[in-house]
């Protein structure tokens, strides 16, 4: 079954960093998306994206924060100056929107520990 | 608005027993409500979803019941497994706005043996 990949697993970087995230998306899907979960809490919509520009994002997605699909097949996060309550499991999604409907294929996440 | 409201929290249930998983909303556009099945170290993965034109939907085990005047939808799992011990989020979306989901807060699921 077609998966959604994300590397790296997890990642422990300082405080004022940048952390890129990397997420290879199911190989027809045309919509991305980030999300990410605080440690207990619920998945938070952070941006969506798709024919290769941002379509939404929250306003958690401030200007430290940047999307990018480099080479058509890898799907990138990147935060430019990390914070200590950027540390979350941050989810990559890919869809493929058929009938009205939008089914959600989610990664295993990247761990984000900010110190 | 664009809230969606979950509950319980946590939720015990014996092998056998029924699951039953409440979410409320207050926004009217949103026209698509998943259920996803989060296990430890892992993504969410969608379970079953129903869109607002009917009143429920069974596949196995899982059902949803909608109600739209309500504005609320459940998920119920009949005949509880062990394996069945996850977290549940509820989801709703609008379809105009990217089709981005809202999550409720979560239901962690214990299903005894």
């Known amino acids: 079954e077609p998966e959604v990949t994300q590397t790296p697993s997890h990642q422990v970087t300082q405080m004022g960093q940048e952390v890129i995230l990397r997420c290879v998306p199911i190989s027809n899907h045309l919509y991305f998306y980030w999300y990410r979960q605080i440690l207990g809490q619920k998945v938070e919509f952070l941006v969506s994206f798709y024919n290769n520009e941002i379509s939404e994002k929250s306003e958690i997605f401030d200007d430290q924060f940047s999307v990018e699909r480099p080479d058509g097949s890898n799907f990138t996060l990147k935060i430019r100056s990390t914070k200590l309550e950027d540390s979350a499991m941050y989810f990559c999604?890919?869809?493929?929107?058929?009938?009205?409907?939008?089914?959600?294929?989610f990664g295993a996440g990247s761990r984000l520990t900010v110190l | 608005q664009q809230q969606v409201k979950q509950s319980p929290q946590s939720l015990i249930v014996q092998k056998g027993g029924i699951s039953i998983i409440n979410c409320a909303y207050e926004n009217t556009a949103f026209d698509y409500f998943p259920w996803y099945q989060q296990f430890p170290g892992k993504g969410p993965a969608l379970l079953i979803a129903i869109r607002p034109d009917v009143s429920e939907k069974k596949e196995g085990r899982f059902t949803i019941s909608f109600n739209k005047s309500a504005k609320q939808f459940s998920l119920h799992i009949m005949d509880s497994q062990p394996g069945d011990s996850a977290t549940y989020f509820c989801?709703?979306?609008?379809?105009?706005?990217?089709?981005?989901?809202?999550f409720g807060s979560g239901t962690r699921l214990l299903v005894r043996p």
């Open positions: 989801a709703a979306s609008i379809r105009a706005s990217s089709y981005k989901l809202i």
């Open positions: 999604a890919s869809s493929l929107r058929t009938s009205g409907a939008n089914v959600l294929t």
